[in-house]
């Protein structure tokens, strides 16, 4: 499966802003979804994940109650709805899948996923 990220942008600290993962090559209802952010001199980590049939979800701590993934399986879509964005929200933002379809709360590391997208840069000014 490949898979296309877009919607970054800069956006000031309290705004929204939400990215698309589009998917092609592959059935994409038979991945589970993730989202992952990289912070300059950081570790890639996990942000939000979410089963390949969309009935579960799961969210770093970091993120819950203000980040929300969803996906449209008609149009090969998964997005992340990002609002009150901080500016240590500020990284590159990468979707992934994996071809396992575990329940959304199995995932919270990069290793689990196979397939990447290219990234997209989310900057929140202070």
């Known amino acids: 499966v490949q898979l296309q990220a877009s919607g970054g942008g800069l956006v000031q600290a309290g705004g929204s802003l939400t990215l698309s993962c589009v998917a092609s090559g592959s059935t994409f209802s038979n991945y589970a979804m993730g989202w992952f952010r990289q912070a300059p001199g950081k570790e890639r980590e996990f942000v939000a994940a979410?089963?390949?049939?969309?009935?579960?979800?799961n969210y770093a701590d970091a993120v819950r109650g203000r980040f929300t993934i969803s996906r449209d399986n008609a149009k090969n879509t998964v997005h992340l709805q990002m609002n009150s964005l901080k500016p240590e929200d500020t990284a590159v933002y990468y979707c992934?899948?994996?071809?396992?379809?575990?329940?959304?709360?199995?995932?919270?590391?990069?290793?689990?996923?196979?397939?990447w997208g290219q990234g997209t840069l989310v900057t929140v000014s202070s």
């Open positions: 979410i089963s390949w049939s969309g009935t579960s979800t």
């Open positions: 992934a899948a994996d071809g396992r379809r575990y329940r959304a709360s199995w995932y919270y590391h990069h290793a689990q996923f196979d397939y």
